[in-house]
């Protein structure tokens, strides 16, 4: 896709010039003119999305846009061990994933897919803060460009959680006792909710993909049917949940860690 290679240093750097917020795509129009044709729409298409504080449907459809193109160049530079070379360059080395796992990725199409999309969620999510924060220079670099290195800086972290859910898959894997439904039922607050609306509002600020998990498990609907209805591989959507529930144990009941 002909995405230029960090400057060097971090994400920040290359977003952020030194000293702070940029003021780049709120500077004067005789500076944004010098910028030429591809960034100045970039920093338009920012001006846009700052009128509606970087969120509903416009925010939707560019972060889809965004996530969909770059897809793809993720999941090869995953498969192709590029990812972690960028990683590693930025000073965010991958250390949570062993051989085995690395082998994994690079023939398993699903575990790519799912590793690539937690990643480009929380690239989102970073992106997001920094243009909220005025802290993108159309200068340095553009939105596209901007977005893969908030992906490549993510990615240690989000490579620890799936490695920790892949653990979890091979105790199952290996047959291990699954809990017995109605105790587990009684116990999982998710399931044993009476009113999923509660819980659908607790956790409102999830991605819309847990938060349809959410309304579906308390309908009762099992995993599988969960996937089904969602259109999601079995695989990923119960990696997607298990992440999520795994996050939500280690807080208190009011959000906060335990």
């Known amino acids: 896709m002909g995405w230029a290679e960090p400057a060097g240093g971090d994400a920040e750097s290359s977003a952020v010039p030194e000293g702070g917020r940029s003021s780049g795509f709120r500077s004067g129009g005789d500076e944004q003119e010098q910028l030429g044709g591809a960034r100045l729409a970039d920093v338009r298409t920012a001006e846009r999305l700052r009128g509606q504080d970087f969120q509903g449907p416009a925010w939707d459809v560019f972060i889809g846009m965004m996530q969909q193109g770059c897809q793809g160049p993720v999941e090869t530079w995953i498969k192709d061990g590029r990812m972690f070379d960028r990683a590693k360059k930025m000073g965010r080395a991958v250390t ?3 051989p085995a796992l690395r082998e994994l990725l690079r023939h398993d199409e699903t575990a790519r897919h799912d590793l690539a999309q937690d990643a480009l969620l929380a690239g ?9 924060d005025g802290r993108w220079n159309p200068q340095q670099s553009s939105l596209k460009t901007t977005f893969v290195n908030m992906v490549t800086l993510q990615f240690s972290t989000v490579a620890k959680t799936w490695a920790l859910s892949q653990k979890y898959r091979e105790h199952e894997d290996a047959g291990e006792e699954m809990p017995d439904p109605s105790a587990q039922s009684s116990a999982d607050q998710f399931t044993a909710t009476e009113n999923w609306v509660d819980l659908d509002a607790r956790f409102s600020e999830e991605d819309e993909k847990v938060r349809a998990m959410i309304r579906l498990r308390g309908m009762g609907l099992a995993p599988k ?3 089904a209805e969602l259109g999601l591989p079995y695989r ?4 997607i ?6 996050k939500v ?3 208190g009941f009011d959000g906060r860690p335990a």
């Open 96 to 98: 949570a994933l062993p």
């Open 124 to 132: 989102a999510r970073v992106l997001q803060k920094v243009l909220r």
């Open 225 to 227: 049917d969960v996937a």
């Open 236 to 239: 990923s959507a119960e990696g």
């Open 241 to 246: 949940w298990r992440r999520f529930t795994t």
């Open 249 to 251: 144990r280690e807080q």
